[in-house]
Structures are given as structure tokens and as C-alpha cells.
């Protein structure tokens, strides 16, 4: 008679991934090397008992993994998992990290450690590189942009370290953790059998402050020429914004833009730069705007009231910020714009004459800039980004969610609805657009997903990855790539320093010429994608058309290559 095979101690390495699932993480993101045994373990051993476990999503680079993370928080709003390889991977996520830490994404990003002992334990070192890759101080490398890290050092603990590591990161201000996993203690047996996890509950979003609240009410009512300036607003933000800017007849700047805070049919969207109306404005509400203005270029005038909110309006973490302020309200966005709407209604009877006329000039001023819009937009002898954006907004729909890397013009691309237009974060670290938007196709596969990236961009964005991660996992996405064959930043930022110099008589173009370009199509194509290149204005609407259909009814990833010289 056969004996009954003896049951397997439940691992750490179980453990840890039953944790991430009971706190909410849908799938874990992973670019594994020697230190994964336990986790490879542990998700096969969850096909066969079918354990609550995140979906594995291979991602063979891990700055791409960190960027699809991204994404797909962005469309569910749930935290996300990333593990990497030790030392060596870790260095690869810092790039995208940075993004996240400054744009306030939660996510788990954990990573192997090289074996801690040279003998005598399951999991000991067995390769070179076990030696090699060991450091003094694993988790110093990105310290800086985590908001808390630990190793893990008993198997018994892991679950409360996942627990410790999401309610940090989900904390507010929300932002990425990170967790050393060695692999004897992953590898290791339980000490008590694995149960479900009970997340802990967070905190909600604060409240302001009445009395600033007050004051700053008392100032919109008395301001003649007020401004709000801000650069990312949850969805759920948009609407009471919308609101306070048109019952009150406040001009909107989104500056830096990284989300739709305001649709760009309201009245009172007046683009992404301050311009004169900075300068001219008495009263400036910074809205959860890290860099509001630019002070090195333009102020508002002397004696223009200031004020800032937001859940960390002093941006405590950026070493120097010194934009000034008379009133500072600390609190979530959408309450503090809830409570100053039910202020402001109180103050609006006093203040309709000067209201009224506000928005009878300021009327004048969106018609004059809508024309210039226009004109700016039509198509003519080349593609210009201004025609291209504006294409592409008419192409893709309302519905479509943009994630742009730079190159897309907001003003010719209008964007109606919240979490439809999503844009490289404040710390601009490249090679993020392509990833974000495949994540983002995980976890909302219904959507049609589109990446506006600078050639540039592209190609600090591990492409070949990309592309094999769509259609490794069916992630059809429409890239298109804004193609300049150049590094537009860097000469950009030459000419507004050394136009008249020597730079200058070079049009600036030394180490920001990247010609020749990449047959981007053709590499795109041998992964399957549908392709094509573009160099003629009239040729461009069919061509987005077929690329839209290509990914809506084909079910396949598209690129489009537009040549836009400038």
C-alpha cells in the first residue's frame, strides 16, 4: 500500500503573496532572478489548491513593470505590487520610483535579497553572484523617493509586513514602500497555519481648516481679477472645481498639466500657461500645485494675495520651495473645494456686479483664444504637433484614456471627462508613457488606451519589452510616437539659454540630435503590431482611423510613427 505523501509546510513565500491579495492588490508585477524560488513555489502551489493569489504579470524590465503599475492604479485605484530582482533590479525601478513617489502612487515594490547565510540553511548561497550582489544598505539606493522600507527577518512576520507596507502606502499623502524579501526566511515554513487577512482601515482625506476657509472665501468675493493654478486633481475633484470656477468667474490654469482637472469645454478653461493672467491677477489659489509659476521668469504682482491647498501644500519633501503665501489650507482637495463652494455661496450676493463683468471680459478672452486655437491646429504643409494632437483627439473619442509622454498638445486635444488624459509626473523620469498605458490596459481591458510618446520617450521606454508585454499578456494598445528625431527638451532648453551663443549658430541640436531614427514601424511590426508610418497631413486621419480598428476590432497592438518636424 502507497503511503499518503507528507503535506508541505505552508511557506513564507505563501504567505506573502495570500497577504497582497487580501489587502487588494490585483496583480503583481514581477521581473524575477535567483532570489524568486519561494515565489515560484508559492504560485505553483496556488494552481493547485486555487489560493487567493495576485495575477503574475511577467515584465522583463523592470522600469516598464514600475510604469504598468502606475497605469493600472490610475484606472482602479487599488494599490500595486512590484518585485524585482535584489540590488541590481532595484537600481532599474529607482527611474519610475521617483515618478511615483512624486505623483503620489501607492505602490508595494518589493525585492530579493542575496542569501544572508554562505552555508547551512535551505536557500543558502549557490552562485557568484551571491556574493557580489550583497550590500551594506539595500534599501539606501531609493530611500529617498520610498516612504518607508524593511526587511523582512522572520517568516511568521510576513503578513504584517505587507499589512505595514499598504498602510503606509496608501497613507496620505499616498506614495510607494519597499520591502527586502531574503530568501531563507521566504522560503521558510510557516509557524502557523495561513488564514485570510483583515486590511486595516485607512484614514479618510482631511478636513480644512474653517476659519482659512473663511478667509479665503471673503478674498474670492472681494477679488478682482482672482486665479486658480493647479496640475493634478483626483476625478472626484473635477466637479466642485467646475463648479466654484463658474459660479465665481475664476479663470482655470492647469500648469504642468498631469490629469484633466477641468474640461476643456468649461468657460472658464484657460489652457496650461499662466501668461498675463498671473501677472494681472489680485488673488492666486494654488490648487495642489507644486510649481504654480515659475518665479525666474514671471511673478504675480505685488501685493496679489496667495494662497495654496492640498493634502501636503508645502510639499515637504522637495528640498526648496519658496513660493510664497498668505493662507495655506492643509486638506484632501475635494473637501476643502466642498467646503469653500458652501462659503463662497455665502458671499456671491455682495459680489455679482463684480462677478458679472468678470465674466463678460473674460468671455471676450476665450473667444480670441479659441480662434487662435484653431488657427494654431490647422493642418498645413507638414505635420505639426499642434495638427497632430488635434487629430488625435478627434480620432480616438470622449471615452479614450491618453497617456502622454511629453509630446501632445492639451490645448489642440480636448479632453471632456475625468481619468481620460493621464501625463508624465512632476520628477520626469523618461520611459514611463508605453508602461502606464499597458498597465492601465490590465486593468481596465474595456478601454481604449492610447500612448502619445516623443520619440525620445519611446525609446527610453524599453519598446521590445513593451511590445512583447502586449502581446505576451493581450494588452493591444495605440502607441504613437511623436517623431522629431530629436531630444526636444534638451534643445529647447539650450535655446532659452544660449540661443545667442554658440549653441545658437549649432540650432542648439548638439546631443539632442537623434538622427538617424529608428524604423519604429518596422520594430513594432516584427511583434505583431499593426503599423504605419505617417509624413503627410492628409494622410494622417485614415491612418488613426485604421490604427483605432486595428486595436478595437482586431484585438492587436498599433503604432504609429508620425513624422513631426519641429
Not at 510616437?481 to 541640436?509: H, I, L, P, W
Request: aromatic residues 6%; hydrophobic residues 40%.
Amino acid at each position: 500500500m502507497t503511503a499518503a505523501p507528507t503535506p508541505r509546510p505552508t511557506i513564507a513565500g505563501e504567505a506573502f503573496l495570500r497577504a497582497l491579495a487580501d489587502h487588494g492588490i490585483d496583480y503583481f508585477f514581477a521581473n524575477p532572478g535567483t532570489d524568486f524560488p519561494p515565489i515560484v513555489e508559492a504560485f505553483d502551489r496556488a494552481k493547485k489548491t486555487n489560493a487567493k493569489v495576485p495575477k503574475p504579470v511577467l515584465v522583463p524590465h523592470e522600469n516598464l513593470a514600475v510604469a504598468m503599475a502606475h497605469g493600472a492604479y490610475l484606472m482602479n485605484g487599488r494599490p500595486q505590487a512590484v518585485m524585482v530582482h535584489v540590488n541590481v533590479g532595484t537600481a532599474n525601478t529607482i527611474n519610475n520610483v521617483t515618478n511615483l513617489y512624486r505623483d503620489r502612487i501607492p505602490l508595494v515594490l518589493a525585492a530579493g535579497r542575496t542569501p544572508i547565510t554562505e552555508k547551512g540553511q535551505f536557500g543558502s548561497r549557490s552562485r557568484p553572484i551571491h556574493w557580489a550582489q550583497e550590500m551594506f544598505d539595500q534599501a539606501g539606493m531609493l530611500r529617498e523617493v520610498v516612504k518607508w522600507d524593511y526587511e523582512l527577518r522572520m517568516p511568521g512576520q510576513v503578513g504584517d509586513v505587507v499589512a505595514r507596507a499598504v498602510e503606509v502606502s496608501m497613507a496620505h499623502p499616498r506614495g510607494p514602500t519597499y520591502l527586502v524579501l531574503p530568501r531563507e526566511p521566504l522560503s521558510a515554513p510557516m509557524p502557523e497555519p495561513l488564514g485570510p487577512m483583515k486590511p486595516r482601515a485607512q484614514a479618510a482625506a482631511t478636513y480644512p481648516d474653517p476659519q482659512a476657509i473663511a478667509t479665503l472665501a471673503e478674498w474670492i468675493a472681494s477679488a478682482e481679477r482672482p486665479l486658480i493654478i493647479t496640475s493634478n486633481l483626483p476625478a472626484d475633484a473635477v466637479a466642485p472645481l467646475s463648479q466654484l470656477a463658474e459660479r465665481c468667474a475664476i479663470p482655470v490654469i492647469t500648469q504642468n498639466p498631469r490629469s484633466v482637472c477641468l474640461p476643456s469645454s468649461h468657460p472658464m478653461h484657460f489652457g496650461y500657461e499662466t501668461g498675463t493672467l498671473l501677472t494681472e491677477a489680485d488673488l492666486v489659489i494654488a490648487l495642489d500645485s507644486d510649481v504654480p509659476w515659475m518665479p525666474h521668469l514671471q511673478q504675480p504682482q505685488a501685493g496679489a494675495r496667495i494662497a495654496h491647498i492640498g493634502e501636503d501644500p508645502f510639499f515637504v519633501r522637495y528640498p526648496m520651495r519658496s513660493f510664497p503665501s498668505d493662507v495655506t489650507i492643509q486638506a484632501g482637495v475635494v473637501n476643502a473645494l466642498a467646503a469653500l463652494n458652501e462659503a463662497v455661496g455665502q458671499k456671491l450676493p455682495t459680489a455679482d456686479a463684480r462677478i458679472g463683468a468678470r465674466r463678460t471680459r473674460l468671455a471676450e478672452r476665450m473667444r480670441n483664444r479659441q480662434a487662435q486655437l484653431k488657427k494654431d491646429s490647422a493642418p498645413g504643409e507638414r505635420i505639426s504637433p499642434a495638427y497632430l494632437s488635434r487629430a488625435i483627439g478627434e480620432a480616438v473619442g470622449d471615452d479614450a484614456v491618453i497617456f502622454n509622454e511629453y509630446p501632445l498638445r492639451a490645448d489642440h486635444c480636448p479632453r471632456e471627462k475625468p481619468d481620460t488624459l493621464f501625463a508624465l509626473g512632476p520628477a520626469g523620469g523618461l520611459g514611463w508613457g508605453l508602461g502606464a498605458a499597458l498597465g492601465a490596459k490590465l486593468a481596465a481591458p474595456d478601454k481604449l488606451i492610447v500612448a502619445t510618446l516623443g520619440d525620445g520617450a519611446y525609446m527610453f521606454s524599453n519598446p521590445m519589452v513593451g511590445h512583447w508585454v502586449s502581446a505576451a499578456h493581450n494588452l493591444p494598445i495605440l502607441t504613437i510616437v511623436f517623431n522629431n528625431s530629436r531630444y526636444g527638451a534638451v534643445r529647447n532648453s539650450t535655446m532659452s539659454m544660449f540661443k545667442d551663443s554658440v549653441a545658437g549658430e549649432y540650432d542648439c541640436n548638439t546631443l539632442a540630435d537623434l538622427n538617424p531614427s529608428p524604423p519604429f514601424d518596422e520594430m513594432a511590426k516584427a511583434q505583431g503590431a499593426y503599423t504605419q508610418r505617417v509624413e503627410k497631413p492628409a494622410d494622417l486621419p485614415e491612418a488613426l482611423a485604421r490604427a483605432r480598428h486595428a486595436v478595437e476590432v482586431e484585438k492587436r497592438q498599433a503604432l504609429l510613427n508620425v513624422i513631426t518636424p519641429y
